[in-house]
């Protein structure tokens, strides 16, 4: 069984940069889509980004695309979530989970302006982390 361990987390400040990290153990990693989701306080748990099994495939929620950049070292057994240029509205603990419903771990997401990025829900997503705190002051 795949458990994942979140690390990196910390305070920074607005424009900063972290870089988180979600190791987990078990002989299989490679073989699950993975995903960062964030949770502040009295919000609901947000999708961030995800990433395929092998790493050719990631997607990005609105609020995070061209700041955050997943990737994944199947070798190590981590998936990283580089954030730049960040703002006080991505503080927020950050989780990472496996993706239990297939190969493609997001969907499109329609406004109706139109096409606004990925999404995926929670519910789709297990063995989750135990978080790492992210603080951005402005």
């Known amino acids: 069984q795949v458990q994942p361990v979140e690390s990196g987390g910390g305070l920074v400040q607005a424009g900063g940069s972290l870089r988180l990290s979600c190791a987990a153990s078990?002989?299989?990693?490679?073989?699950?889509?993975m995903g960062w989701f964030r949770q502040a306080p009295g919000k609901d748990r947000e999708f961030v980004a995800a990433?395929?099994?092998?790493?050719?495939?990631?997607y990005y929620a609105d609020s995070v695309k061209s700041r955050f950049t997943v990737s994944r070292d199947n070798a190590k057994n981590t998936v990283y979530l580089q954030m730049n240029s960040l703002k006080p509205e991505d503080t927020a603990v950050y989780y990472c989970?496996?993706?239990?419903?297939?190969?493609?771990?997001?969907?499109?997401?329609?406004?109706?302006?139109?096409?606004?990025?990925?999404?995926?829900?929670?519910?789709?997503?297990?063995?989750w982390g135990q978080g790492t705190q992210v603080t951005v002051s402005s």
């Open positions: 989970a496996i993706y239990l419903r297939g190969s493609v771990p997001a969907r499109r997401k329609i406004e109706s302006t139109g096409w606004a990025g990925w999404t995926a829900d929670a519910a789709d997503f297990g063995s």
């Open positions: 078990g002989r299989t990693f490679s073989s699950y889509a």
């Open positions: 990433i395929n099994w092998s790493g050719d495939n990631t």
